[in-house]
């Protein structure tokens, strides 16, 4: 009997919990597989659900969708791009600051934070006229870096608490055969770092494949910009074709919630451990 | 690795001097660090400081402060904040410890749970807008079946659109906040609650003496780093009510582009840099928090 009432007790608040999470991604898909005239008449399913929008917005037939393929391909590039550039800027200092403790390593750490420190929405309109002076506005490079700048900072916090964990006789044994940093690195540090340099790299290239404001700032031309953009910019006409605007904003939520599900080991051990211990 | 280190062992006889190793050390570490200051400064330092330099105009203070938007969004501001930092951890607290009761199917749920947070901005908020349209929004849909009454114009008032910019922004940012905690509650030990539960300790007490000090350090950092993110969403405003009606339901975090958009360049400048009173005190505090 006890036990009925706990789990009745839990059902109390796993079901809203469910509700609440799920109600804005059901309507979603509720809307991508409706026909065009039955999305608006507020039912749970709908009479004839269709592929038909899947079909519109895949062969782009809809002049608001011309540069759908383009722009997924954008996104893409450029959430591997900050994928790739991160990690690889975030390994190299969190090495240095962690394995070779370099010095004024303290004082880059405290740098970073100050990144976090200025709210993403308030960085972007410096952030937007340092591009222009850079001359690299309008140019995909311009929201890479922007992404960078921001996803490093929490990487090399993320990857430097990993690094201090692992045993520091590792790196003295192979120093007395004679190892090099260039070689504690290869041989040390990335094998015993690959799980966190997965998260790392996931969570960066999520947030840039999800990134709105700054790919709206930085990038103009349709030709260039994201997924993204492109979606928001069926805000500002009046004959928007919103089952399709939904349909194609589905397609570009599924990469993100799959990369997530493939790498969630990694990204809930890594990223939340170094939250905690502070 | 013993064999790649060992195969290099005649490259670096015995005899190199500690002293000469450890310089080399550092000179290694300040190359691998370069990258990042080089990000660091061009991308970080730079814009803010020429932000700065761009804001350094009295003129366009005093026009903002003849602005009622301006006002009227910093009173939102402080509002979006208080509430949905504050609303949203007590929620994540509570959930906390829902998630970390063992069973199959809240560990499924927890699987679905992380999604707002995992999938883009754009479809979900627009979903939510359009669940809100006063004609054929499903809530209202509904609203009517249940009362054959009209339901509120939700977008096209500035508490409810507020209102509701809040409830998106805490729908999408909960999952975060959520694991978080749960990580720092799954970190407290188990024999303290078996010890409470021996004693005849009550769910509450247990709550109050075991679970709430440990994890308070934990809730007042999150709180913090959550107000910078708060103060910095500019998704769940401006995709939901696009600031609007009449420019009402404008925070900090869109206003700047508004002025953009109304070419006033200094103006928003002008706003960001409003903001800065704001944040260096807690700037300061957390720093000395995290780099102890």
């Known amino acids: ?48 659900p269709t592929l038909r929008n899947f079909e519109m917005v895949i062969q782009q037939k809809h002049y608001y969708l011309n540069n759908f393929w383009h722009q997924m391909w954008n996104s893409l590039v450029i959430a591997l791009a900050v994928g790739f550039i991160t990690l690889f800027v975030a390994t190299a200092a969190a090495f240095a600051i962690s394995r070779l403790r370099v010095r004024g390593g303290r004082l880059i750490m405290n740098l970073a934070l100050l990144t976090y420190f200025v709210p993403a929405a308030f960085l972007a309109l410096p952030m937007y006229k340092a591009m222009a002076v850079y001359g690299l506005l309008n140019t995909q490079w311009a929201l890479i870096f922007a992404m960078v700048a921001i996803a490093t900072p929490y990487a090399i916090w993320v990857l430097k608490q990993a690094g201090d964990k692992l045993p520091i006789e590792l790196d003295e044994a192979a120093i007395i055969d004679g190892a090099t940093a260039p070689q504690l690195f290869r041989f040390i540090f990335l094998p015993l770092m690959a799980p966190s340099m997965v998260a790392v790299g996931t969570y960066a290239l999520l947030l840039a494949w999800n990134e709105y404001l700054y790919a709206f700032l930085l990038l103009s031309r349709d030709v260039d910009t994201t997924l993204a953009v492109a979606l928001g910019a069926f805000l500002s006409a009046d004959d928007s074709p919103w089952e399709l605007l939904m349909t194609a904003g589905l397609i570009y939520a599924l990469p993100p919630a799959a990369i997530y599900y493939a790498f969630r080991r990694y990204m809930a051990a890594d990223l939340t451990s170094g939250s905690v211990k502070s | 690795m013993s064999q790649a280190a060992s195969a290099d062992l005649s490259a670096f006889p015995a005899a190199a001097p500690a002293a000469g190793r450890m310089s080399s050390w550092q000179n290694w570490g300040t190359l691998l660090v370069l990258p990042y200051l080089a990000v660091f400064f061009v991308f970080v330092l730079y814009p803010v400081g020429y932000g700065l ?53 809240i560990r499924v749920l927890g699987l679905l749970f992380i999604l707002p947070w995992a999938v883009p901005s754009i479809p979900t908020i627009l979903s939510f807008r359009f669940m809100l349209n ?27 659109g507020l209102t509701m910019s809040i409830v998106v922004h805490i729908w999408k940012s909960l999952p975060f906040w959520t694991l978080i905690l749960l990580a720092g509650r799954l970190a407290i030990s188990k024999e303290m609650y078996e010890a409470a ?15 709430w000090p440990s994890m308070r350090q934990l809730y007042l950092t999150c709180t913090i780093l959550s107000m910078f993110f708060t103060l910095g969403d500019f998704n769940s405003v401006y995709l939901l009510t696009g600031g609007g009606p009449a420019d009402l339901t404008h925070v900090l975090a869109t206003l700047g582009i508004r002025y953009i958009r109304l070419d006033q360049v200094d103006l928003a400048m002008a706003s960001i ?4 009173p704001l944040m260096a005190p807690l700037m300061v505090f957390m720093m000395r928090r995290l780099s102890k």
């Not at chain 2, 929004?137 to 609203?143: A, L, P, R, S």
């Not at chain 2, 009517?144 to 008032?157: K, M, S, V």
């Not at chain 2, 840099?273 to 800065?276: K, M, T």
């Open chain 2, 197 to 211: 539960a021996i004693d005849g300790a009550s769910a509450l007490q247990k709550f109050r003496f075991i679970t």
């Open chain 2, 53 to 105: 330099w761009l804001g350094n105009d009295m003129q366009s203070y005093r026009e903002l402060f003849a602005d009622d938007i301006f006002w009227r969004s910093v009173v939102n501001t402080i509002i979006f904040i208080g509430v949905g930092v504050n609303l949203k951890l007590a929620i994540a607290l509570l959930l906390s410890g829902f998630f970390a009761v063992p069973r199959w199917w």
């Open chain 2, 134 to 160: 006063p004609e054929w929004g499903v809530i209202n849909q509904v609203y009517y079946n249940l009362t054959f009454l009209d339901g509120p114009n939700w977008l096209n008032n500035p508490v409810l």
């Open chain 2, 273 to 276: 840099i409003c903001a800065l």
């Open chain 1, 1 to 48: 009997m006890r036990n009925f009432f706990t789990e009745a007790r839990l059902l109390l608040v796993g079901i809203p919990v469910f509700l609440w999470t799920m109600i804005p991604l059901y309507h979603l898909t509720l809307f991508a597989i409706s026909p065009k005239d039955t999305a608006f008449k507020g039912k749970l399913w709908p009479d004839d």
